[in-house]
């Protein structure tokens, strides 16, 4: 097992009787620094997505959590999207960062208006909370009821005392799935708490987020775990955030191999 990996923490229930799916995809699509990598030189950044959705079938959203983008890119995005194609959603940071989850009612109307508008190509809304909000049950709680059931949702938490039997069960009484992280100085904790498992690859490197390229050695046993989450009935969707230099293109295209060949004897 790769060394930063962690703990295997789940508790899985076999026979779901769901026939799970596994989405391999980056954090981002529009990087110039993608020519030559995913993109031919000289594509016009309009016809990037077009191009993404041609090799991957799904992405992660990260310019909304900058500027919350108006409904009509929501639908838009819907109208464009290849069939079967996916798209999870970075919340704004004027919901988690700036306000800390703190009478959400406004963000999640907005939010809310845009998913229906995303239609059938909706994944996950992603809530990435702050390094310096500490453990707040309740206002968690609260801003997990206000959102609609039927927005899938994951929790990105970045201070340690969230990591607690707690807040794990809070998220499982709301359907919500623990942010499995892989990065410098993030705690990597295989907890499942919703029908789905949301990952978020940063970067093997230890010193420095977002940077390095995932060894096979590591890639393989990340493999291994989305084939345990995917055997208990599990939806899996994986993002790699290790954009510079293609990084996350090459990585995210190895996982996705791995995955549809048979596991290493």
Not at 99 to 127: M, N, Q, S
Not at 197 to 224: F, M, Q
Not at 251 to 260: K, W
């Amino acid at each position: 097992m790769a060394e930063h990996a962690g703990t295997w923490h789940g508790t899985w229930h076999e026979g779901a009787g769901h026939e799970s799916t596994v989405r391999i995809g980056t954090s981002g699509w529009s990087y110039d620094h993608w020519e030559g990598v995913l993109y031919p030189p000289g594509l016009p950044a309009r016809d990037r997505l077009a191009h993404y959705a041609a090799r991957f079938d799904t992405v992660e959203l990260n310019a909304s959590f900058y500027r919350w983008p108006k409904e009509d890119s929501f639908a838009g995005w819907r109208r464009r999207l290849p069939e079967g194609f996916a798209l999870s959603v970075k919340a704004p940071r004027g919901l988690t960062h700036a306000k800390k989850l703190y009478a959400p009612e406004v963000w999640v109307d907005r939010i809310t208006r845009c998913w229906h508008e995303l239609g059938d190509k909706r994944a996950v809304l992603l809530v990435q909370l702050p390094p310096d909000f500490a453990r707040d049950d309740a206002r968690l709680d609260y801003f997990l009821a206000a959102l609609p059931g039927w927005i899938r949702v994951s929790v990105e938490f970045r201070h340690p005392s969230w990591d607690d039997a707690g807040v794990y069960a809070l998220l499982e009484r709301h359907g919500a799935a623990y942010c499995i992280m892989s990065g410098a100085g993030l705690p990597c904790v295989l907890r499942a708490t919703a029908p789905f498992v949301y990952v978020r690859l940063h970067g093997p490197d230890r010193d420095v987020l977002y940077g390095g390229s995932y060894p096979d050695e590591d890639l393989h046993w990340w493999a291994a775990r989305i084939r345990e989450w995917r055997a208990a009935g599990k939806d899996v969707f994986a993002y790699f955030n290790n954009d510079g230099g293609g990084n996350a293109v090459r990585n995210a295209t190895a996982l996705r191999r791995m995955l549809e060949g048979p596991p290493p004897g």
